[in-house]
C-alpha cells in the first residue's frame, strides 16, 4: 500500500512533543496501546495500516519498538528536531516519574493493599494489550496466507516459548519470500 | 574489573551501551545479559533488588526500558540515571533515524511494498503472541483472568476510555475482590 494520503497537516516539534509527553505519563503497562490511540485515533497522525507498518519495522530494529518508534515518526514529520522532541517527550517525566517511584517504593511495596492494587492494575492493562494487539492485527482480515504465518508466530513465541530473535529472523524472510510467491503465482 | 558498589556514571554508560544495539525486540531481550553484569560482574546490586527494579520499571507508566533510568540512579544517583538511559536510547534512537528515513523514502519501490507485505503477519503475530504472555503473567487467579478478558472485550468493543478500565481493576485489586 502507497499510502493514499489524505491531505493532512504535519505535526510541529511541539505537538510531536507533547503527544509523546502524553502517552509517557500514562502509559502504565506498556505505551504501545497509548502510542496507537494517540497516533493513529486522536490525532490522525497515521492511518492503522502506516501504524503497523512502521511498527514492523520499528520491531526489527534495535531498541525498544515504541522508543524507535518516537524516533522514526519525528524524523519522518519534522527531521532531527521532530526525532528528538518525539523521544524526549516520551521518556523525560517518566523518568522523574520512575525515579519518585523508586524513592519510596521501599517503604510501600510491602502493604498487602498497595501490593493488591498492583497485581489488579496489572491484569486489566493486560486486557489493554490484547484489545491493542487485535486491532494491530486486524488488517489481517481475508488475507489466509497472512493469518496462517501470524499463528505460526503465535505459536512459536506463546506455545512453544521460542527466543524472540530467532523466531524473527526465520519467519520474516519466510514470509517475503511467500508473499513473493503467491504474487507471482 | 568487579569493583564492588563503587560503579561510576561511565561504567553504567558502558553496560548499558553494549547492550543498545544488540536489544532486538526491546530491553526484555538482553534482561539475562543485563541481569549478569549489573549483580555478578559488577556486584552493584542482588538479584532480588533487580527483579524488583525490573518489576517497578513495569507497573510504572512509561516505556520499560527505564529500568535503565532506575538501575543507574540507584547505583550512581542523578549522574547515573542520565548516564544509563542515554547510553541504552541514544545508540538504537540513531540507527532508527537512518534506517526510517531510507525505509520512507524507498516507500513506492516494489521491493519495499513486498518486504512491507511480509513484515505484517510477522509484527501482528509478535505483538499478539506479546500480549498472551503477559496475560499469562498477570492471571494469579480466576478473578485476575478474568478482568484481563472484560477489560479485553470492553476496550474492543466500547470507546470507553482505557483509564478507566485501569482504574477499575487497580480498586477490585486493592479491595480484595479478585
Redesign the interface.
Known sequence: MSEPTPPREPPTVAALFWGFASIGVIGFGGVLPWARRMMVEQRRWLTPAEFTDLLGLCQFLPGPNIVNLSVALGSRFRGIPGAAAALVGLISLPMVIVMALGAVYAAWSDHPVVARGAEGLAAAASGLVVATALKIASPLRGQWLGIGIALLVIAAIALLRLPLVPTMLAMAPLSILLHAWTRRA | MSDGAGGTALELAGVFGQL??????????VLPELQRQVVDRHGWMTEGDFA??FA???????????VS??IG??VAGLAG?LAA?AA??G???V???L???A??RF??RPWR???????????????????????E????SAG??L??????????ATRLH??W??G???????A?L?
Open positions: 543498545s544495539l544488540v536489544s532486538i525486540g526491546g530491553i526484555n531481550t524488583a527494579l517497578l520499571a513495569q507497573a510504572a507508566p512509561g516505556p520499560n526500558m527505564l533510568t532506575l540512579w540507584h540515571a538511559t541504552l536510547v545508540p538504537c534512537a540507527l532508527t533515524w534506517v526510517a528515513g525505509w520512507h516507500r513506492d511494498l513486498l518486504v512491507q507485505a511480509g513484515l505484517m503477519p510477522v509484527t501482528a503475530g509478535l505483538v499478539v503472541a506479546a500480549a498472551i504472555v503477559l496475560s503473567a498477570t492471571a494469579l485476575h483472568a478482568l484481563t478478558a472484560t477489560a479485553a472485550v470492553l476496550l474492543t482505557p483509564l478500565v485501569l477499575a481493576g487497580a480498586t477490585l485489586g486493592a480484595g479478585l
